[in-house]
């Protein structure tokens, strides 16, 4: 059962941007902290932004000031929006979440299945 969709990826100039979205599944009992992660290819996957239940953030020094996470937790929903890209901004972005899945589940990690992002020079 997949418990978060990804949207957004794709192609864009550098100095462009992009928006990636991510839906949490209905079925799951409480979402926590959610937050963005990308891997590129032959690195290691890194976490890009994060958010708490309640707004607080945080982001990797390499893109603060041009990436911004929010969340409506209403909609079960978290974006990243991606201003004036970089090359090295190219990777597979994943959206991640702490859920609790029933009433009887301890806190575990879920994962979007990724989307891919290509920023050319």
């Known amino acids: 059962q997949v418990q978060l969709v990804e949207s957004g990826g794709g192609l864009v100039q550098a100095g462009g941007s992009l928006r990636l979205s991510c839906a949490a599944s209905?079925?799951?009992?409480?979402?926590?902290?959610m937050g963005w992660f990308r891997q590129a290819p032959g690195k290691q996957r890194e976490l890009v932004a994060g958010?708490?239940?309640?707004?607080?953030?945080n982001y990797v020094d390499s893109v603060k000031g041009r990436f911004t996470i929010s969340r409506d937790n209403a909609k079960r929903t978290v974006d990243l929006q991606m201003n004036s890209l970089k090359p090295e901004d190219t990777a597979v972005y994943y959206c991640?979440?702490?859920?609790?899945?029933?009433?009887?589940?301890?806190?575990?990690?879920?994962w979007g299945q990724g989307t891919q992002v290509t920023v050319s020079s």
């Open positions: 991640h979440a702490a859920v609790r899945r029933t009433a009887w589940s301890n806190w575990g990690d879920t």
């Open positions: 209905e079925s799951i009992f409480m979402i926590g902290d």
């Open positions: 958010i708490g239940s309640s707004g607080s953030t």
